[in-house]
């Protein structure tokens, strides 16, 4: 039983919304869900989330898609390195949270209550402010 997280932070670090998916599900299938309803300047991501209808959606956002692009692109598109480097905050904010061996490990054999834990966690991250930016998928 293998899953993924994928969550959305704002600016200043709070987790906004996550969704869990089964582990072969891939990482772009999450995205539209997340973004739905916010508005941002920015959305930051890895190469995972690089796909033509989501940087559509990000537009309709009337923000910019800061998505490097695959390598199997015919045309790469190109994406703002200087903004990108604040992606790794997402990846810092994952790692905070792996310091619970519950998150790492994922021993609850139910969705819902490893879904009520990481809401517990988040939202202890979000009071104090530690991840920032973007959109990030974690296995």
């Known amino acids: 039983m293998t899953t993924k997280i994928h969550m959305l932070a704002d600016t200043f670090g709070r987790p906004l919304r ?24 920015a959305v930051l991501a890895d ?5 033509n209808a989501l940087r559509a959606q990000i537009a309709a956002m009337d923000a910019q898609a800061v998505i490097p692009a695959k390598r199997n692109r015919k045309i790469p598109i190109p994406h ?6 604040h992606r ?17 490990t994922r021993y609850d054999r139910r969705t819902a209550h490893f879904r009520g834990f990481v809401h517990l966690r988040c939202n202890d991250l979000a009071k104090v ?11």
């Open 80 to 85: 703002d390195a200087a903004i990108y480097r």
């Open 88 to 104: 790794n905050q997402i990846e810092r904010c994952f790692g905070r949270l792996k310091h619970f061996r519950r998150f790492a």
């Open 47 to 51: 190469k995972a989330y690089d796909g």
């Open 129 to 139: 402010g530690e991840c920032r930016f973007g959109l990030g998928g974690e296995r």
């Open 18 to 41: 996550f969704r869990v998916t089964p582990g072969q599900a891939s990482d772009i299938a999450a995205a539209p869900g997340l973004l739905e309803g916010q508005s941002a300047g």
